[in-house]
């Protein structure tokens, strides 16, 4: 078999979210974070401590983010400044090498994309506590998405861009460069999931047990592709497809050689 193309799969590309795709941020993650946005509210912006996270949920509710709904309101927050101050101080050491998503992830010989409304620095820092940073082709992030940001006069002059909306879409599309209906989209949020499929992607709802209308795909956990999607490795469902070439016995030796030579 040809090693770079995997012409019996019906994807040219994956595209993964990062947080809650492909590690769980309830180990240790998501609730300092939660803290950092709320100390951000009150040290920086100055709200009620009582007051900080109603309006740190509400904020993410109305606006995707604290930072996008912060800026809407017209606060001058800079970017860069609130991404140090809510990621710079998260403990990144609970996050653990996952040999096993290594692997399984090194299997996939297609582009593989991350696509996250984190920013660049937290990207890379997680991507590389779990040893993957050399998995992917591209990383499309926060920056990617706002590029204008800091040319700004005003904080609203350009509204901050994040999944799910249709224009950050575009912009990650755009920049990835692919066909959508040969691009599979993972991502554990169910509105990005809803927004993936609005662009023509095959998407994964990842992080669920049941499916929400948008997905194509559910599965509790990413470790979990290659048995919920082996059409990944051009390995057909059981259907007596002739055209598809692999069997699974092919994907379970892949998988094992690859898991050997770890
Ligand atoms: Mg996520």
């Known amino acids: 078999m040809d090693c770079c193309t995997n012409s019996s799969s019906p994807f040219d590309c994956l595209i993964f979210d990062l947080d809650d795709t492909l590690y769980s941020s309830k180990l240790g993650i998501a609730?300092?974070?939660?803290?950092?946005?709320?100390?951000?509210?009150?040290?920086?912006?100055?709200?009620?401590?009582?007051?900080?996270?109603?309006?740190?949920?509400?904020?993410?509710?109305t606006y995707g983010s604290s930072l996008a709904g912060l800026r809407a309101l017209g606060y001058d927050i800079?970017?860069?400044?609130?991404?140090?101050?809510?990621?710079?101080?998260?403990?990144?050491?609970?996050?653990?090498?996952?040999?096993?998503?290594?692997?399984?992830?090194?299997?996939?010989?297609?582009?593989?994309?991350?696509?996250?409304?984190?920013?660049?620095?937290?990207?890379?820092?997680?991507?590389?506590?779990?040893?993957?940073?050399?998995?992917?082709?591209?990383?499309?992030?926060?920056?990617t998405m706002n590029p204008n940001l800091s040319q700004s006069t005003r904080p609203d002059e350009f509204p901050v861009l994040l999944k799910p909306s249709m224009d950050a879409m575009k912009i990650a599309l755009h920049a990835a460069n692919v066909d959508p209906r040969r691009t599979l989209f993972l991502d554990d949020n169910v509105r990005n999931v809803a927004a993936g499929k609005a662009m023509g992607l095959g998407t994964v709802l990842v992080g669920k047990t049941v499916k929400s209308k948008e997905a194509d795909y559910v599965m509790e956990n990413v470790n979990k592709l290659a048995q919920v999607i082996p059409e990944i490795w051009g390995v057909g469902k059981d259907n007596g497809d002739q055209s598809i070439n692999r069997t699974r016995s092919d994907l379970d030796s892949i998988l094992a050689t690859t898991i050997v030579g770890a």
């Open 78 to 143: 800079d970017a860069d400044d609130y991404h140090s101050f809510v990621h710079g101080r998260l403990p990144y050491d609970v996050i653990k090498p996952d040999s096993q998503l290594r692997n399984l992830l090194r299997s996939i010989t297609q582009r593989k994309i991350i696509f996250t409304n984190s920013d660049r620095i937290h990207a890379i820092k997680v991507l590389k506590r779990l040893g993957i940073e050399d998995c992917f082709d591209q990383i499309i992030c926060f920056e």
């Open 31 to 61: 609730e300092p974070l939660r803290k950092n946005i709320d100390d951000f509210l009150v040290e920086k912006c100055g709200f009620a401590e009582d007051k900080a996270s109603r309006l740190r949920v509400e904020l993410f509710k």
